[in-house]
């Protein structure tokens, strides 16, 4: 069986890219207001890597925390969120959906932070909905 090309992106100015060396982990939707801020949308979506998994060119850019427990890293000249780490998950590193060339091809298979999800957006599918942050299947 031939392997799959490497998952690959960039951010908005293209001066960031990264390519990941096997398919995410994980990906899910993320509705807290942390992430819909720095997003700029009503609901983000990340694909959780092992750190070891992604390679930024030429880097990940400045690690910048806002949240305690919470690191996010931006390209430097554009601004856009290119990874994220949580400490309650310290194996995985968290890229924006957005940011991958083959977003087409995966799927969020849960929602987290259901709980802060605006009232007036419905998204119909059958995916869990962990009301906090999901740590217990994120971990999975």
């Not at 850019?61 to 856009?80: A, E, I, L, Q």
């Not at 780490?85 to 957005?98: M, S």
Request: glycine fraction near 8%; proline fraction near 9%.
């Amino acid at each position: 069986m031939p392997s799959e090309p490497p998952i690959t992106g960039h951010c908005y100015c293209g001066r960031t890219h990264l390519a990941a060396t096997a398919r995410p982990l994980t990906v899910t939707y993320c509705h807290c207001s942390d992430c819909r801020r720095l997003s700029g949308a009503p609901v983000a979506a990340f694909a959780a890597f092992a750190p070891h998994q992604v390679a930024f060119s030429p880097s990940r850019g400045p690690r910048k925390s806002f949240t305690k427990g919470v690191n996010r890293w931006f390209c430097v000249d554009c601004g856009t969120q290119l990874c994220a780490t949580y400490d309650y998950l310290p194996d995985q590193l968290y890229v924006p959906l957005g940011l991958l060339d083959q977003a087409d091809t995966l799927a969020p298979q849960g929602h987290s932070h259901a709980d802060s999800a605006l009232p007036w957006l419905h998204i119909s599918d059958d995916l869990p909905r962990d009301a906090g942050s999901g740590r217990e299947r994120l971990k999975d």
